[in-house]
């Protein structure tokens, strides 16, 4: 596969584990969807899940220098669509809520969520946008299951292989997988490279899922003219609550099938 090819079809991905500091979701709560109802999964379990990331190269959000957004009359913040996105919320995926809250929980979680949907956008400096319905809860997020924040998707799968096309260039030298992630119809929704880790792989061999996260904004691309090693953790922390403190993140648990 050429250079041009990849660019054209293929979206940028990663692989790390849900403690890793650029996401900080080692306390999140995540539920398995069963025939008997939600199954809640203890957090000291998953706290080393795996995580794969696929972040849109080709968005409505994203200008050539980065991330931009069309600001409306007013100080409200109009947040583009993005179709790509949309998409995957009607097979399933959740939308990212702006910040994660910690555990413990109690009943009055819900005002403390609309609390720090105020604060995170003060945090991140950026106006607040408006809810896209009356039913939201906080921007971006409908209720869940009690206790959960991530929940699997049926029919979802993220296929891992070995890949049988010649490495992108700065990948070159390196052992890596393709992975692709598909929708419930068996369509590939979205795909990358990225270089193999066997820790990962055993990882989602043994919980038999992966938190699949994909959007406009998880903290791969690094801001114009900065290099990968320039982008650090917290720097890639910051522009995953932007993504989704503007409603252009979604994910969930994804069944994992190896292919090695």
């Known amino acids: 596969m050429s250079g041009r090819q990849y660019e054209e079809v293929d979206d940028l991905g990663q692989i790390l584990f849900t403690d890793d500091p650029a996401l900080r979701l080692e306390g999140v ?24 990331l696929f972040e849109f190269r080709r968005a409505r959000g994203r200008g050539i220098f ?3 957004y069309t600001m409306g009359r007013g100080p409200v913040l109009e947040v583009p669509e993005e179709p790509q996105l949309e998409g995957a919320i009607l097979f399933g995926m959740r939308r990212l809520p702006p910040e ?7 009943d009055d979680d819900g005002a403390r969520l609309e ?16 809810r896209r319905d009356d039913d939201e809860i906080h921007f971006g997020m409908r209720r ?18 070995p890949n049988d096309q010649p490495a992108p260039s ?5 052992t890596y997988s393709r992975l692709e992630l598909r929708t419930p119809d068996g369509e590939i929704y979205s795909r990358t490279w990225v270089p193999h880790d066997p820790e990962w792989e055993a990882a989602a061999l043994r919980h038999g899922y992966v938190v699949c996260l994909c959007g406009v ?26 993504g989704c403190a503007m409603g252009l993140n979604a994910g969930g648990l994804v069944a994992y099938v190896g292919h090695r």
């Open 66 to 68: 980065g991330m931009w």
């Open 217 to 242: 904004e998880l903290g791969i691309h690094a801001p114009y003219a900065m290099s990968d090693a320039q982008h650090t953790p917290l720097m890639r922390h910051e522009a995953f609550r932007g």
């Open 29 to 52: 709560l995540m539920g398995l969807e069963t025939t008997e109802g939600t199954v809640t999964l203890d957090p000291a379990h998953t706290r080393h899940m795996p995580v794969a």
């Open 100 to 106: 994660f809250p910690d555990l413990p929980r109690s």
């Open 170 to 174: 700065y990948y070159s030298g390196d």
């Open 115 to 130: 609390e720090r949907r105020h604060a995170v956008f003060d945090e991140l400096c950026i106006p607040e946008p408006p």
């Open 144 to 161: 869940l299951p009690p206790g959960c924040d991530l929940c699997s998707v049926p029919g979802w799968e993220l296929h891992e292989s």
